[in-house]
């Protein structure tokens, strides 16, 4: 098992930047990639920025070059750095693990608010 916790949500001006956090703990060295997602208001949950054990990154086009995910594994924490806050960025973001054995987990989730 593996539990995730996210913090760094809030309200922000547009233009504006916020740094989320994933703080992991549990059965950690099973975990292979982390990522975080996104979920508006009668939207799908979507990516927003993945990074693999080696440290390979991805970005979907919407925020490439604005957000920018790292992972300290010292710390089992996981951050996605935003940039350039967009309103449309406003959403419930989550952070998600996906282990060696295919599994997923998932945070609660944190708000993040960016107003016009």
């Known amino acids: 098992q593996v539990q995730l916790v996210e913090s760094g949500g809030g309200l922000v001006q547009a233009g504006g930047s916020l740094r989320l956090s994933c703080a992991a703990s549990?059965?950690?060295?099973?975990?292979?990639?982390m990522g975080w997602y996104r979920q508006a208001p009668g939207k799908q949950r979507e990516l927003v920025a993945s990074?693999?054990?080696?440290?390979?990154?991805n970005y979907p086009d919407s925020v490439k070059g604005r957000f920018t995910i790292s992972r300290d594994n010292a710390k089992n924490t996981v951050y996605l750095q935003m940039n350039s806050l967009k309103p449309e960025d406003t959403a419930v973001y989550y952070c998600?693990?996906?282990?060696?054995?295919?599994?997923?987990?998932w945070g609660k989730g944190t708000l993040l608010t960016v107003s016009s």
């Open positions: 549990g059965d950690i060295f099973s975990i292979d990639t």
């Open positions: 998600n693990a996906n282990t060696w054995y295919g599994t997923d987990y």
């Open positions: 990074i693999t054990s080696g440290g390979r990154t």
